[in-house]
């Protein structure tokens, strides 16, 4: 009974900053490769931040030192805090874990900049 829940998208204004937060049952992060992927309209989803489980991270040139990919290992939460936020981040933001030979996704957050 695995389930990713993403939360904290919205709409916001250029500049602004969000929190999005993967809140997951039946998994355990730590033991899992964890991302956030987004997907806009029209186009491929695409992996914007990844951690491992040692805690390495690696984002995609487009978010580099705006966002940042973070795990509680205590409240086992995935989140990412994105600042600095520009209309081409409007998207819809998912969770994702490998873990156990399996892929699981949540349902996706939507994340609007305005411009």
């Known amino acids: 009974q695995v389930q990713l829940v993403e939360s904290g998208g919205g709409w916001v204004q250029a500049g602004a900053s969000l929190r999005l937060s993967c809140d997951a049952s039946?998994?355990?992060?730590?033991?899992?490769?964890t991302g956030w992927y987004r997907q806009a309209p029209g186009k491929q989803r695409e992996l914007v931040a990844k951690?491992?489980?040692?805690?390495?991270?690696l984002y995609t040139d487009s978010v580099k030192g705006r966002f940042t990919i973070s795990r509680d290992n205590v409240k086992n939460t995935v989140y990412l805090q994105m600042n600095s936020l520009k209309h081409e981040d409007t998207a819809v933001y998912y969770c994702?874990?490998?873990?156990?030979?399996?892929?699981?996704w949540g349902q996706g957050t939507q994340v609007t900049v305005s411009s």
């Open positions: 994702n874990a490998f873990a156990v030979g399996v892929d699981y």
């Open positions: 039946g998994i355990i992060f730590s033991k899992a490769a």
């Open positions: 951690i491992s489980r040692a805690s390495n991270t």
